[in-house]
C-alpha cells in the first residue's frame, strides 16, 4: 500500500506536469491572462512587491503609505503578506503576452502554481482558468497514482470553481 506521502508526491509530480504540458502553452493565447489580475488576487512579499511595483521606499515607510491611503490602489496588507487585485501584474508584458519574471526567483508562487497544485494529499484545480480540462487532468492524476486509486472530484460550495481532486 502506498504512502499518503508518496500519493502526494505523486499527484503533485503529475500537477505540474500538466501545467507545463496543458496550461502554460496556452497562456500566450489566452482570452483573459490571470496576470491581469481581474478575478485573481496575487500574494506577495515585501521583496516581490519592492521588486514588481519597483518601489524605491523602505518597507517601514512603504506600509506606512500604504496605511495612509497613498500606496498603489490595487495593494493591500495583512499580516506581513501583500495583495494585489484589480490591476495587471507589473511584470505582464501586453504586447507579447508574456511574463518577464517567468522562471525567475521574483515570480510569486502562486503564479507558478495557478491554476492546478497539489494541498494536504488532493489536486486543486481552479476552473476560471480557461486552459484547465477537467476531464484530461483527472485522467492524468488517474494515471499517475495508479488503477488501485480513483480519483473523486468535489466542487467548493462557497466558490464551485474550485474543484478538489481527490485519491481514493
Given amino acids: 500500500m502506498h504512502s499518503r506521502h508518496r500519493l502526494a508526491k505523486k499527484l503533485a509530480t503529475a500537477a505540474a506536469a500538466y501545467q507545463v504540458a496543458a496550461v502554460n502553452p496556452h497562456c500566450g493565447e489566452c482570452t ?39 500606496g498603489p490602489p490595487e495593494i493591500r496588507a495583512q499580516d506581513g503578506i501583500y495583495y494585489a487585485h484589480r490591476k495587471t501584474c507589473p511584470a505582464y508584458d501586453e504586447v507579447h503576452r508574456t511574463c518577464r519574471v517567468y522562471n525567475q526567483p521574483l515570480k510569486p508562487a502562486g503564479c507558478t502554481d495557478f491554476p492546478v497544485y497539489e494541498d494536504q494529499g488532493d489536486v486543486i484545480a481552479d476552473l476560471r482558468c480557461e486552459a484547465v480540462d477537467l476531464a484530461t487532468l483527472t485522467d492524468g492524476l488517474a494515471r499517475a497514482v495508479g488503477p488501485a486509486f ?19
Fill in 150 to 168: 480513483h480519483i473523486v472530484q468535489s466542487a467548493d460550495t462557497e466558490f464551485p470553481f474550485m474543484v478538489t481532486l481527490s485519491v481514493e
Fill in 32 to 70: 483573459k491572462p490571470c496576470c491581469r489580475l481581474d478575478p485573481l488576487v496575487l500574494e506577495l512579499d515585501w521583496q516581490q512587491l519592492k521588486g514588481l511595483w519597483q518601489l524605491d521606499e523602505s518597507h517601514r515607510d512603504f506600509d506606512r503609505r500604504l496605511t495612509a491611503g497613498n
